[in-house]
């Protein structure tokens, strides 16, 4: 006797959403078999945990596998699997409806959204499993039959309104899930989902590491032009970040960072992580050996991919690694969030948050030990990925003092070596509370710098900071360990001359000041459209001048680093210093206290305010005259 068949409506909102899944939300249809084969592997596990611990104690367990059939001449593809199955009862409550509650709140959602990016996150809140099959497929039809009973069930649909159930029998523990698939539509996305080649794509990309074998039967033609046809393996199942480091080898490690990287060195550091608890993941990092060509342009994207229970998600995850971060690969394995999640939610998740936070540590934590451990090693990877760990300081506040601690930076006490802002404060002088640095676009610039002359004299150590985003950095970190960074091209420099040997009282600076009260108005007036203020110095010891600017000023590189991206930029007036005891500076005093009015005099302030803009790799404001008033004053000389 045939079995009857009941022919049962999908809910009403049901099928509302189920028709939004099919025609208009998805536009990689290629997700629907990452769908059923993770649903497969759910089946699997579920039959070997309850082997071991429930009611089917003893159920045989050694081939658990999914298989891929496809039937070119019926157009369908089979997801088979001989997992836990389902019971009539289940296939209408785990099939028949897509949610059991909030479904009416989440159509709302949809009709109100605008845009298909929105409504696609929608969907990812909800979970479409299943019902992806429809996307690729006129018909679906399932067969299955729960362990430790003896009938089967058949469920088909066109996915329409409404769906058959009936009995049937002879079927072996497990579930199918045939495809009667849709022609190939390149327009419309729908590949050829019955290509050998498509399919071991796909399989490739989605669930290479699923623990158990995905198998596919493969036609081939031996070398007597005899066809045979052979049972292949389609996933590696070698997920790495699952095992026990102590069950993994370096080459294994290597061979994988070289498999998700494409890049033919060797890492630099591997970093292999588990977390339990409440929301428990497995993650795999690595921090490549050199940078890649594009770590530094607008298109460049993070390296951590992000699975869930060893089914891939997405590549390039934003919300697992901050930006400065980027150049690190590998994946990071959730147990814990739906296959469906989208980007924009991965944003706000509270847990994913907190495993952001834990994967940073880990990474900023493996540079510290790499630095403590293997300072040549560390140099190298500096070198590479320096500036875009600096971008951190600017990025966020969490980790700074631990960006701080891996900042490597040249400095005048060894030309040949860099050297950490730890190091240098070990090396301070007795009494010195502040860092000090100077910016400049090469080594020699800034080591050349009228700045550095009085620091040189008297032994003080100067970080040289040659990265454009030096600029940058050292405005927005006030201190380091509890000492003041200061550049010495800003402010105000007191260096303690008397502590040093030297001989200079008060009395003889309050005599310097009272020499030079004439001349500095003068000069302020003279060069008001070029600076704002002229001062003596206590930084020069045989430079004439050097411009300097107040200590909250923006500096010259950065105010054309600014206007280069097309921001609007006021001119900042700086300081000139002058060096009070320099032949040129004694002279012009002289000749000023002689005659105020003399026209050579204001043609000598600018070449001194020239010569200064120079000496720091500045740009003058009229090269034509400034070189014409330096070969009149030359000629006279003659």
């Not at 080898?249 to 033919?264: G, R």
């Given at each position: 006797?045939?079995?009857?068949?009941?022919?049962?409506?999908?809910?009403?909102?049901?099928?509302?959403?189920?028709?939004?899944?099919?025609?208009?939300?998805?536009?990689?249809?290629?997700?629907?078999?990452?769908?059923?084969?993770?649903?497969a592997s759910d089946a699997l596990d579920k039959l070997r945990l309850e082997s071991l611990t429930g009611s089917l104690a003893g159920v045989d367990i050694s081939d658990l596998h999914i298989s891929l059939e496809v039937d070119s001449d019926a157009r369908t593809l089979t997801v088979r699997d001989n997992g836990i199955g389902m019971t009539r009862d289940d296939l209408v409550e785990l099939i028949g409806t897509i949610a059991k509650s909030g479904t009416a709140g989440l159509l709302e959602k949809i009709k109100e959204s605008k845009d298909a990016a929105t409504t696609e996150s929608l969907i990812g809140q909800f979970g479409v499993g299943f019902y992806s099959a429809f996307m690729v497929a006129d018909k679906v039809t399932v067969?299955?039959?729960?362990?430790?009973?003896d009938s089967g069930t058949q469920w088909e649909s066109d996915g329409e309104g409404s769906y058959t159930i009936r009995a049937a029998d002879d079927l072996p523990v497990g579930t199918s899930v045939t495809l009667h698939l849709k022609p190939a539509d390149?327009?419309?996305g729908l590949a050829d989902y019955l290509s050998e080649s498509k399919i071991r794509q796909i399989v490739k990309r989605y669930s290479d590491f699923i623990r158990w074998p995905i198998r596919m039967a493969t036609d081939r033609t031996d070398a007597d032009d005899k066809a045979t046809s052979d049972?292949?393996?389609?996933?590696?199942?070698k997920a790495l970040w699952a095992r026990p480091r102590s069950e993994v080898?370096?080459?294994?490690?290597?061979?994988?960072?070289?498999?998700?990287?494409?890049?033919?060195l060797p890492p630099a550091e591997t970093i292999h992580m588990r977390a339990e608890g409440t929301f428990e993941y497995e993650a795999l990092l690595f921090i490549p050996s050199q940078a890649p060509f594009d770590l530094y342009s607008r298109e460049s994207k993070s390296g951590v991919q992000l699975y869930v229970k060893r089914v891939f998600i997405m590549d390039d995850c934003e919300a697992l690694m901050p930006n400065y971060l980027r150049f690190v690969k590998g994946v990071v394995d959730a147990h814990d969030l739906s296959l469906n999640v989208s980007r924009e939610l991965l944003q706000h998740d509270r847990q994913i948050q907190g495993v952001r936070r834990r994967l940073v540590k880990k990474v900023l934590g493996a540079l510290k030990d790499m630095q403590a451990k293997d300072a040549e090693r560390y140099t190298k990877v500096w070198d590479q990925f320096g500036r875009a760990l600096k971008e951190g300081l600017l990025e966020e506040t969490d980790n700074t003092e631990a960006l701080l601690e891996l900042v490597s930076a040249a400095s005048t006490h060894d030309p040949a070596k860099t050297t950490t802002l730890r190091e240098y404060v070990e090396r301070m002088k007795d009494g010195q509370d502040t860092i000090y640095y100077l910016t400049g676009e090469t080594r020699a610039m800034v080591e050349n710098s009228p700045h550095m002359e009085a620091f040189a004299a008297k032994g003080y150590e100067v970080l040289i900071l040659t990265d454009p985003i030096d600029e940058v950095w050292v405005d927005q970190v006030p201190a380091f360990d509890g000492h003041r960074l200061q550049s010495i091209a800003k402010g105000q420099v007191d260096l303690d001359d008397t502590a040093d040997g030297g001989t200079e009282t008060e009395a003889d600076k309050a005599q310097r000041e009272q020499d030079f009260a004439a001349l500095l108005p003068w000069l302020t007036t003279t060069l008001s459209h070029h600076v704002k203020q002229v001062r003596l110095s206590s930084r020069l010891t045989t430079s004439a001048a050097c411009i300097v600017g107040d200590a909250h000023d923006v500096t010259?590189?950065?105010e054309k680093m600014y206007r280069a991206m097309g921001q609007q930029m006021p001119t900042v007036k700086r300081i000139l210093e002058l060096n009070p005891t320099h032949p040129l500076i004694t002279a012009l005093r002289t000749a000023h206290h002689a005659d105020a009015e003399a026209p050579a005099l204001?043609?000598?302030?600018?070449?001194?305010?020239?010569?200064?803009?120079?000496?720091?790799?500045?740009?003058?404001?009229?090269?034509?005259?400034f070189t014409r008033l330096l070969t009149d004053h030359l000629t006279r000389t003659l």
């Open positions: 006797m045939p079995s009857s068949v009941e022919t049962l409506e999908f809910q009403a909102e049901t099928r509302q959403l189920l028709r939004l899944v099919i025609h208009s939300i998805y536009s990689n249809k290629d997700i629907f078999l990452r769908e059923l084969i993770s649903n067969h299955t039959r729960r362990a430790g009973t390149s327009e419309d049972l292949d393996t389609l996933n590696s199942m080898t370096e080459h294994e490690y290597n061979e994988f960072y070289q498999q998700i990287s494409h890049d033919w010259p590189t950065l204001k043609e000598i302030a600018e070449l001194i305010y020239g010569s200064a803009l120079l000496a720091e790799g500045g740009d003058l404001p009229d090269p034509a005259r």
